[in-house]
Nanobody, 126 residues
């Protein structure tokens, strides 16, 4: 079992950068694919980025490609989302998610994730 904790988030201006982190507890973190999702007010939760258990594969939604980078440090059991060139439309609550996946695949749909962080607010002002 994995527990996810997301410190960070915050208020930034358009064009700024922000790095989110997601700390995982559990002895089998290295066996889990990880992902980031976000939910803006009045909208459904959407996929942002995903990474395989070993970091060998990543995927992004089109709107963040070239601006966001997902990474993980398995030695620290921590997932990251580096967000550059932030836009007001990136404003949302960001959630990290985990699911056991040992084949090296990424998981991009929310219903396939069994573990979720509590969410952290990111607000980008124009």
């Amino acid at each position: 079992q994995v527990h996810l904790l997301e410190p960070g988030g915050g208020l930034v201006q358009a064009g700024d950068s922000l790095r989110l982190s997601c700390a995982a507890t559990g002895r089998t973190y290295n066996s889990y694919a990880m992902g980031w999702f976000r939910q803006a007010p009045g909208k459904e939760r959407e996929f942002v980025a995903a990474i395989s258990w070993n970091g060998g594969s990543t995927d992004y939604t089109d709107s963040v490609k070239g601006r966001f980078t997902i990474s993980r440090d398995n030695a620290k059991s921590t997932l990251y989302l580096q967000m550059d060139s932030l836009k007001p439309e990136d404003t949302a609550v960001y959630y990290c998610a985990a699911e056991r996946e040992e084949r090296g695949a990424v998981v991009v749909v929310d219903y396939e994730y069994g573990y979720w962080g509590q969410g952290t607010q990111v607000t980008v002002s124009s």
